[in-house]
């Protein structure tokens, strides 16, 4: 493992997608969500990006000059077709328009099809309760990877999911998480780290328990999270996220563009309810109220969101690990663009 100082690896960021065509101000969004993931605590979702959407820029799957837009709408819906461009673009262009409907209709719900991999949804939901406003997000994955409960074979996709309140202070509650046991990119970090995974991952090709995060590419799938729990919300990401919006499914199993995200927002005022200062003043009680509960011994009890900002904080100090095949990707990309890092290494 290396360890490189946040703006110098959100810098070399901005180089390296503005050196393939796209606008500073693209960029500098694309990698902020990246590096952003990285800070609090996802590394399955950061900086390793960098090499895999460069290649599917070079494949022509990532459509740098293309803009999503609006292809339906009402006064509190929308559909948006993202032309295939970055898909956190597409995400961001998602949320404001859900947020901006939302505060206008109290409720609002907002589509997009046509949309690459958006990267950690908890960005946005987090993004529109910075806005006042409640949110829930689905995203199917259309790239099977993950199993149905008491199936063989991959079939659906991580399918995330993310919720997110205001609460009156600078931390949003906050929840997102895959349906499936971890995320894809968790088995993509313990294969560039050389490390073994848990048992109750993935299975391998012939649906053994493995821990060796090399049989989810030889044929291995991912398990749903909870059993029939999981498999119930990776569902519910499907429908909503794929069936609603039009996007593609897990099924059939087609291979290009590689994992797509079909995305449904749905947005809710809470002035349209009890008002925005009781809401959050009954939500900042509640949450106080579980953090002063009896934790198991040893364990500290903590609102979801909590995590994220603590090891944002350390990690905004010292650095962000980086494992050394991935960062020698990044090495190789470079390179082959002509940039010079100019990062400095721990």
Same mark, same amino acid.
């Given at each position: 493992m290396i360890?490189?100082?946040?703006?110098e690896?959100?810098?070399?960021?901005?180089?390296?997608?503005?050196?393939?065509g796209?606008t500073e101000?693209?960029?500098?969004f694309?990698?902020?969500?990246l590096v952003?993931? *990285?800070? $609090? +605590?996802?590394? %399955?979702?950061?900086?390793h990006y960098y090499?895999?959407?460069?290649?599917?820029?070079n494949?022509?799957?990532?459509k740098?000059?293309?803009?999503?837009?609006?292809?339906?709408e009402?006064?509190?819906s929308a559909l948006?077709d993202?032309?295939?461009t970055f898909?956190?673009?597409t995400?961001?262009k #998602?949320?404001?328009v859900?947020v901006e409907?939302?505060?206008k209709s109290?409720?609002?719900?907002?589509?997009a099809?046509?949309?690459?991999?958006?990267?950690?949804l908890?960005?946005?939901?987090?993004?529109?309760? =910075?806005? *006042?406003?409640?949110t829930?997000?689905?995203a199917?994955v259309?790239n099977p %990877?993950? %199993?149905v409960?008491?199936?063989? +074979?991959?079939?659906?996709?991580?399918?995330p999911? &993310?919720? &997110?309140?205001?609460t009156?202070s600078?931390?949003p509650? /906050?929840?997102?998480?895959?349906?499936s046991?971890?995320?894809?990119?968790?088995i993509?970090?313990?294969?560039?780290?050389?490390? =073994?995974i848990?048992?109750?991952?993935?299975?391998?090709?012939? @649906?053994r328990?493995?821990?060796d995060p *090399?049989?989810?590419?030889?044929g291995?799938?991912?398990?749903?999270?909870g059993?029939?729990?999981?498999?119930g919300?990776?569902?519910?990401?499907e #429908?909503l996220g794929?069936?609603? $919006? +039009?996007?593609? $499914? @897990?099924?059939?199993h087609i291979?290009?563009?590689?994992?797509?995200?079909g995305?449904?927002?749905l947005?809710?005022?809470?002035?349209g309810f009890? +008002?925005?200062?009781?809401?959050k003043?009954?939500?900042?009680q509640l949450?106080?109220?579980?953090?002063?509960?009896?934790?198991? %011994?040893g364990?500290r009890i /903590?609102?979801?969101?909590e995590?994220?900002?603590?090891?944002?904080?350390q990690?905004?100090?010292? @650095?962000i690990?980086i494992p050394?095949?991935?960062?020698g990707e990044?090495?190789? /990309?470079?390179?082959?663009? @002509?940039?010079?890092?100019?990062?400095t290494q =721990?």
């Open positions: 360890i490189v100082p946040v703006d690896l959100t810098e070399l960021g901005v180089k390296i997608f503005t050196a393939q796209a101000d693209q960029a500098r694309l990698v902020d969500t952003e993931a *990285n800070l $609090t +605590g996802h590394d %399955s979702h950061g900086i090499a895999k959407y460069s290649e599917r820029i494949n022509g799957f990532i740098i000059d293309q803009k999503p837009v609006i292809v339906k009402t006064a509190s948006i993202g032309n295939w898909g956190q673009i995400a961001k #998602l949320t404001e859900a409907k939302a505060k109290m409720v609002a719900g907002v589509g099809f046509n949309c690459n991999h958006i990267g950690r908890g960005y946005y939901t987090e993004m529109a309760a =910075k806005e *006042n406003i409640i829930t997000m689905y199917n259309g %990877s993950v %199993s409960h008491n199936g063989l +074979g991959k079939t659906f996709g991580t399918n999911y &993310s919720a &997110s309140v205001p009156g600078d931390t509650f /906050l929840v997102d998480y895959a349906s046991v971890v995320a894809h990119g968790k993509s970090v313990a294969r560039a780290k050389h490390t =073994k848990p048992k109750h991952w993935t299975r391998d090709m012939y @649906g328990v493995t821990d *090399n049989d989810i590419y030889d291995g799938w991912l398990l749903p999270f059993e029939y729990k999981g498999y919300l990776q569902m519910i990401s #429908l794929a069936v609603l $919006t +039009g996007s593609r $499914t @897990g099924l059939p291979r290009e563009p590689p994992a797509p995200n995305v449904f927002m947005a809710v005022n809470p002035e009890i +008002g925005l200062d009781a809401f003043e009954k939500t900042a949450l106080s109220d579980v953090k002063k509960l009896t934790p198991v %011994s364990e /903590l609102i979801p969101g995590p994220e900002k603590e090891t944002k904080a990690r905004l100090r010292d @650095g690990e050394e095949d991935t960062w990044i090495m190789k /990309l470079c390179n082959r663009l @002509g940039i010079e890092t100019g990062v =721990k």
